[in-house]
């Protein structure tokens, strides 16, 4: 069963920055999609970031492209989300998910790290 366990979560001002690690429990993330999602309180979980492990696809949601850079490290099978020139709209609880390449949905998620971001 594959776990994820995300950190690095926390209170930045406007403009910082801030690196969420996502670890993953198996020996190996090949065959699997990688994302990083957030959610705000009684809104819906909204889609950040994805990559494809062992490939250089990438994919980010319109409201980061150009600040956040999702990347991994195949050694540690961790999943990185760089999150960079942060807004208070930022503010949120990141998510890391997986699915199996080719499935719709991401079936593993992790509990989820609060990023605050103040004025």
């Known amino acids: 069963q594959l776990q994820l366990v995300e950190s690095g979560g926390g209170l930045v001002q406007a403009g910082g920055s801030l690196r969420l690690s996502c670890a993953a429990s198996?020996?190996?993330?090949?065959?699997?999609?990688m994302g990083w999602f957030r959610q705000v309180p009684g809104k819906e979980r909204k889609f950040v970031a994805a990559?494809?492990?062992?490939?250089?696809?990438?994919t980010y949601a319109d409201s980061v492209k150009g600040r956040f850079t999702i990347s991994r490290d195949e050694a540690q099978n961790t999943v990185y989300l760089q999150m960079n020139s942060l807004k208070p709209d930022d503010t949120a609880v990141y998510y890391c998910?997986?699915?199996?390449?080719?499935?719709?949905?991401?079936?593993?998620w992790g509990q989820g790290t609060q990023v605050t971001v103040s004025s």
């Open positions: 990559l494809y492990w062992g490939s250089s696809y990438r």
């Open positions: 198996v020996r190996t993330l090949n065959g699997y999609n």
């Open positions: 998910a997986a699915r199996i390449t080719g499935a719709t949905d991401y079936r593993y």
